[in-house]
């Protein structure tokens, strides 16, 4: 009897200390937990997702560069797309306001950020605190290529691209340089031997993978994740810029030694069609951004680029390219505003369309229209004489922009292709070192006759 007792006791004990501890969990859990803020739950006053390393790293970085008024600014495309997409509800956050992390802590490798280097007064001090700080600092440096043109100054370095880390996560911070077109530029993302291919997965970066060129955004100041950063005032339009901000620079070096054998037409007849031909092109450009319409360099324009960095002075006529698809009903109209009469019309619009338009000492506007075929483009010539229509072939090409007189413009990114489609191949003539491509301004005809505009 006294043996059943015990048994029964020490059961019952047992089960009151479950029972006891049971109690203890429950309480701490919904009682103590949320007293003390330690709990997940979404209740007022509780801040979702700050303790993430993504947030904490950003918020360091800002902190960081705060400290050494460093004036950075977000161009991360995720986050921007998020903040474009959210944008009044961002308009009214307050600092410190965020109950829960939307922006920072959404999953990605990288946060990044940029900076205009004329505005950095003290990079090396900057660097060094940043690794006091606890961050890895990588800084890709290249040769600056706005002084490939002047021997004394050609390969002087100049930062690109700082690649910060810390715990998991990493700031990308993209160095835009100033062009004397008013854009900014940045560079290649080149890794050099010393380089440990690990330190971050360079291959997701979303810039560095070419140079890229973008307008000077204006920035304004709001508050994400409880967090004030400098974004564009126009998001919409830098995430638009990015998948077409590809540049290629002009060859300078090769530019040099083709003046060295072909010397540089100084008369003051070429002096004055270069500056007419310069002012013309500016006009154009901004007539064609008023209608929203892209351009290129085409023809002896784009010849001059990519052989001299520079304006034909015996071409007498500008040339640009244009898609038919981006064609607007009031170009001509726009043009005649601007005070460039139109001189001629060639062709339709659903076939071979071409304009010139007159500038100011006999300098030319002449605009080609491109269309596009399953596996190639074309645009149309026209016989004055006869009104015979020609078709000019050109393998298919993608757009790039370049500095042409000081000014951010396109050009065919597959250029030598481009060139070769309107004059023919390349003849490349070897002497000492190096070598020079000769043309001759007249564009190569495709037997490839179209029917004649009824009367």
Sequence with gaps: MSRINKN????LLTLTSSAFLLFQLYYYKHYLSAKNGAGLSKS????????????????KFIMLTSSQNVPVFL????????????????????????????????????????????????????????ENMGFQCLKIESKDPRLDGIDSLSGTEIPLHYICTLASHAVHLVVFHERSGNYLWHGHLRLKGHIDRKFVPFRKLQFGRYPGAFDRPELQQITIDGLEVLIPKDPMHFLEEIPHSRFIECRYKEARAFFQQYLDDNTVEAMAFRKNAKEL????????????????????????????????????????GIFIQDYKSDIISAFQDAGLPLKHKFGKVEDSLELSFQGKDDVKLDIFFFYEETDHMWNGGTQAKTGKKFKYLFPKFTLCWTEFVDMKV??????????????????????????????VLEPKLCNCLIQPDPA
Excluded at 87 to 111: I, L
Aim: proline share 3%; charged share 25%; hydrophobic share 40%.
């Design 44 to 59: 007022k006053g509780s801040r979702i997702g700050f303790d993430g390393t993504q947030w904490r790293t950003v918020k």
């Design 75 to 130: 161009i991360d495309p995720l986050i921007l797309e998020l903040i474009n997409k959210n944008f009044e509800q961002v308009k009214n956050a307050s600092h410190g306001s965020a109950s829960e992390c939307k922006f920072f802590c959404v999953p990605r490798d990288f946060t990044a950020f940029a900076l205009q280097y004329h505005l950095w007064k003290n990079e090396e001090g900057w660097f060094r605190i940043a």
């Design 281 to 320: 092109l500016q006009l154009a450009a901004k007539t064609l951004k008023k209608l929203g319409v892209r351009f290129w360099l085409s023809s002896g324009t784009c010849l001059g680029w990519y052989r001299q960095c520079g304006i034909i002075p015996y071409s007498k006529d500008v040339d640009l």
């Design 410 to 439: 396109r050009v065919p990114c597959e250029t030598i292709e481009y060139i070769e489609a309107n004059y023919g191949v390349l003849e490349e003539r070897s002497s000492h070192s190096w070598s020079v491509y000769e043309f």
């Design 8 to 11: 029964v006791i020490l059961a």
